[in-house]
């Protein structure tokens, strides 16, 4: 039977339309260099990460897993005096796995901590895959051991962290989830799984249907699953570290948010993490935005269902943390 892939909604259909001949949905092993070199993640560069002066910004080189090179730390802080300490939303970027670094995506969370008071901690964590699985999500848990260690000196509450990342940063902060409460290390009070890479397998019908289509396929993601993970990817043998949905158990996590476009790759996988949360006893909230292709609302910040995505999270977030 033939899967006919879900239309795109029309304002990001026109959207997707103007950035076809930049991004291809099809990465491979090949392109890898050359996206690395000349996506826009020079765009940042024009950015101003500040907001305006809210934030006062910081990089920091803090230790990262053992034996292994330390990991630095993109740093937000709101440069007003704070009444008490602040919560901290700690972002984790994407990428597929091979691309991107700290300030990649951080837009969002700084978007966040500008409405609700709040301090970014964004980690680089080595890519694949020169640096295969578990170098990543390693990377990832050391910036938040130190993040939770030294929230007081940045201003910030250690009982009020949120983890959260998109695309390839929203599997590593699932995985993240999954490591830190097995490791008995800090516990967030809450995740962010934007359009998260969560399945090695890569056999959903979602992927099937988006084959071709979009911003990032089936291709791209058995490039960016074997950059990580090498020839086990797709077999019997991978951690659930690298890949959260081979995760057995899903109890015990903190509350999760959730959402994804319906015309992506990522659809199916992303509704059955929500849905196996909720059936461990967990709290989830999900959000399927019709419509949407991968990464939509970074592509196409005004249309109006980015607006109202961008509004569910922070929603979210804002009686999470009780503001």
């Not at 966040?112 to 295969?132: G, Q, T």
Request: charge should be negative; aromatic fraction near 6%.
């Amino acid at each position: 039977m033939t899967l006919v892939p879900p239309p795109f909604d029309p304002e990001l259909a026109a959207a997707l339309e103007l950035i076809k001949d930049v991004i291809s949905p099809g990465l491979t092993m090949d392109d890898i260099t050359a996206m690395r070199e000349g996506m826009g993640i020079q765009m940042l560069a024009e950015l101003d990460l500040t907001v305006g002066g809210f934030f006062e910004l910081d990089e920091r080189t803090v230790p990262g897993p053992q034996d292994a090179p330390d990991i630095s730390l993109f740093i937000a802080r709101p440069t007003a005096e704070a009444v008490g300490t602040r919560p901290v939303f700690y972002h984790v970027h994407g990428g597929g796995m091979v691309i991107g670094d700290n300030k990649t995506g951080v837009t969002a969370a700084l978007d966040w901590a500008k409405e609700l008071d709040a301090i970014v901690v964004s980690v680089e964590y080595r890519l694949a895959p020169e640096h295969p699985h578990p170098a990543p999500i390693e990377d990832v848990y050391a910036g938040l051991v130190w993040t939770a260690e030294h929230a007081a000196e940045l201003g910030g509450d250690a009982e009020r962290i949120v983890i959260a990342g998109a695309s390839a940063g929203g599997g590593l902060t699932a995985a993240l989830g999954l490591l830190t409460r097995d490791r008995k290390g800090p516990r967030p009070i809450g995740q962010v799984l934007m359009c998260p890479m969560l399945d090695d397998r890569n056999d959903t019908p979602s992927a099937h249907q988006m084959a071709g289509l979009g911003v990032w396929d089936r291709t791209a993601n058995d490039t960016g699953w074997t950059a990580l993970l090498g020839e086990l990817r797709g077999g019997p043998d991978v951690s659930p570290y690298a890949s959260p949905a081979r995760a057995d158990d899903l109890a015990d996590l903190p509350p999760t948010f959730v959402d994804v476009g319906s015309a992506e790759t990522f659809r199916d996988e992303a509704v059955a993490y929500a849905s196996r949360i909720w059936q461990a006893g967990g709290v989830a909230e999900l959000h399927v935005w019709p419509g949407g292709f991968h990464g939509y609302d970074g592509f196409a910040p005004q249309a109006a269902m980015s607006q109202s995505t961008g509004a569910a999270r922070l929603n979210w977030l804002r009686r999470l943390i009780g503001e």
